[in-house]
Nanobody, 121 residues
């Protein structure tokens, strides 16, 4: 079965950096678009970033453009999110999501368990 396991979250000061990882198994990672999402306290899950299967197309929500970078290593079945210049408003549980196809905007059909990111001084 599909498994997505996030790691790399933690407590960081404003302006700091974190790199999230999502280890995927149970499906052919090379054939699916992937994405990152986050849920801040008291808010709904929100899309953060998406990447296509060949890493040629990457999209970001406006609030993270220029600070976050999504990437994937198809040989390692792993999705990444490099987060720089972190702000308190980036505090959330971060989830990786498997899209239902190679299409970047296809629906998410599997989720990881999430990793907590807290940005605080």
């Amino acid at each position: 079965q599909v498994q997505l396991v996030e790691s790399g979250g933690g407590l960081v000061h404003p302006g700091g950096s974190l790199r999230l990882s999502c280890a995927a198994s149970g499906f052919d990672f090379n054939n699916y678009a992937m994405g990152w999402y986050r849920q801040a306290p008291g808010k709904e899950v929100a899309w953060v970033s998406s990447i296509n299967i060949g890493s040629s197309l990457k999209t970001y929500t406006d609030s993270v453009k220029g600070r976050f970078t999504i990437s994937r290593d198809n040989a390692k079945n792993t999705l990444y999110l490099q987060m720089n210049s972190l702000k308190p408003e980036d505090t959330a549980v971060y989830y990786c999501g498997k899209r239902s196809s190679a299409v970047l905007t296809s629906r998410v059909d599997s989720w990881g368990q999430g990793t907590q990111v807290t940005v605080s001084s």
